[in-house]
């Protein structure tokens, strides 16, 4: 198992920046692709960013691509997940989650495939 702690959410005016940190326990982490989601109030949790268990790839919903972006460090056993030119509709709880070796890329975007969640952190965005 992984267990995952979000940090790093907060109050923010738009067009200002976040990062967010998630810590995974255990000594299994880079066995781990992983992902980062969000959930606004009354919507449906959505796909934000993966990146692979080397750190060699990344993925990125359409509409957050060029303002958010996704790294890893395990030897420190962490994923982070930087936004920049923050919006309002960015306002959601957001989660890290962990998954085991997807096998193509569709799969790191599919909230299925990942086993372990985190419980999130808010991000609010003021207009």
């Known amino acids: 198992q992984v267990h995952l702690v979000e940090s790093g959410g907060g109050l923010v005016q738009a067009g200002g920046s976040l990062r967010l940190s998630c810590a995974a326990s255990?000594?299994?982490?880079?066995?781990?692709?992983m992902g980062w989601f969000r959930q606004a109030p009354g919507k449906k949790r959505e796909f934000v960013a993966a990146i692979t268990r080397n750190g060699g790839s990344t993925y990125y919903a359409d509409s957050l691509k060029g303002r958010f972006t996704i790294s890893r460090d395990n030897a420190k056993n962490t994923v982070s997940l930087q936004m920049n030119s923050l919006k309002p509709e960015d306002t959601a709880v957001y989660y890290c989650?962990?998954?085991?070796?997807?096998?193509?890329?569709?799969?790191?975007?599919?909230?299925?495939?990942?086993?372990?969640w985190g419980q999130g952190t808010q991000v609010t965005v003021s207009s």
């Open positions: 989650a962990a998954a085991i070796a997807p096998y193509s890329a569709s799969l790191y975007l599919t909230q299925s495939e990942y086993a372990y």
């Open positions: 255990g000594r299994t982490f880079s066995s781990y692709a």
